[in-house]
C-alpha cells in the first residue's frame, strides 16, 4: 500500500508543477489553488510513504520519476527542447535512484 502513496504522490507534485507556469508567478487564482492542492496531496501522501519505507528510498522514487515525467511533459506539451544533454542527465538520474534501491533498507 504505500507504493500506491507514492504514486499519487507522484502524480500529485508532476500535475502541480505542471500548473506552475499558468500560475503566471502566482498571480492567477485558480491556477495557484490548483497548483498549490497538488504539492500538499503530493506531501501528505509522501508522508504515509515514509511510515512503512525508509525516506531515502521515497525520496529517490518520488524525485527521479517527477523529474522525468516533468522532462518529457514539457518537451511534449509544453514546447520544451529535448536535447541530449536532458536525456542523459535524466537518465544518470534514474541511475542513480536504481543504485540507491540496490542498496537497501540495512
Known sequence: MPYVFLLIAIAAEVAATSLLKSTEGFSKLWPTVACLTGYVISFAALSVCVKDLPVGVVYALWSALGTAAIVAIGAVFLG???????????????????????????
Open 80 to 106: 520544451e527542447p529535448l536535447n541530449t544533454a536532458k536525456v542523459v542527465g535524466v537518465s544518470l538520474i534514474i541511475a542513480g535512484v536504481v543504485t540507491v534501491n540496490l542498496g537497501g533498507a540495512h
